[in-house]
């Protein structure tokens, strides 16, 4: 009986361990404090400066950003992004802002691989107001 036990128990321990090794890592996901090939990084201030607030978004897509904050300030992340730096390691075209939650309302696109700031003409109406994030031409 005792050795069924133990064998019992190893057969558990890998079988727990297995599940933690196929369990997808934890860049995959948003705010995770990586600023990951597959994420963007969005930062809460122009110049993209990490240590005045950011926060990386990767998947899957995020409807809301209540109840998310910038690593480093803090900041409530909803209607405060300033700029990004969006990675090119996703299998996906790109990236895509919505400046309500779910969604929905004017939505600007951030092709993968590019790094910017709303503050041109075409971006500056974004800034500051963007609530919701998904990833686009995947």
Request: overall charge positive; aromatic content about 12%; proline content about 3%.
């Amino acid at each position: 009986m005792k050795r069924s036990i133990a064998t019992i128990a190893s057969v558990a321990a890998a079988t727990v361990a297995a599940g933690i090794m196929l369990a997808p890592s934890a860049s995959a996901g948003s705010g995770d404090g990586t600023c990951s090939s597959s994420d963007i990084c969005v930062f809460n201030d122009h110049g993209h400066n990490k240590s005045k607030g950011y926060y990386d978004l990767g998947s899957p897509a995020l409807k809301n950003f209540h109840g998310r904050h910038y690593f480093n300030d803090g900041a409530y992340i909803g209607d405060s992004i300033s700029g990004w730096t969006a990675g090119s390691g996703t299998s996906c075209t790109g990236f895509k802002f919505f400046v309500n939650v779910d969604f929905k309302g004017a939505s600007i696109q951030i092709a993968k691989g590019t790094k910017g700031e709303f503050s041109s003409p075409f971006t500056g109406p974004y800034n500051d107001i963007i609530s919701s994030y998904s990833k686009y031409g995947c």
